[in-house]
């Protein structure tokens, strides 16, 4: 059974850093896809990055480029997203989800964490 658990949510003021982790039972990295996603009130639901675990192809959407990383610790089953240099906008909802490599989307989440930057 897959089974997802983020945690590292929390209050910063702008500018400052968050490091996300998603644990994940239940997964092979080699054979899934670990994406980070995000919702803020009133918008939908963005993709921010994703780690393919047959490829290792990273991708981050734009808005986060440069500042965000993701990583991973095969050892610890777990997904990292290291957050740099937080806005105001990146205030949201963060949800990690998986789905097997070959597969179009994502079919296991997380109960998301909260990430609230200040000014």
């Known amino acids: 059974e897959v089974q997802l658990v983020e945690s590292g949510g929390g209050l910063v003021q702008a500018g400052g850093s968050l490091r996300l982790s998603c644990y994940a039972s239940g997964v092979s990295f080699d054979n899934y896809a670990i994406g980070w996603f995000r919702q803020a009130p009133g918008k939908e639901r963005e993709e921010v990055s994703c780690f393919h675990g047959g490829t290792g192809r990273i991708k981050y959407v734009n808005s986060v480029k440069g500042r965000f990383t993701i990583s991973r610790d095969n050892a610890k089953n777990t997904v990292y997203l290291q957050m740099n240099g937080l806005k105001l906008e990146d205030t949201a909802v963060y949800y990690c989800?998986?789905?097997?490599?070959?597969?179009?989307?994502?079919?296991?989440w997380g109960q998301g964490t909260q990430v609230t930057v200040s000014s």
């Open positions: 989800a998986a789905r097997l490599t070959r597969a179009a989307s994502y079919g296991y």
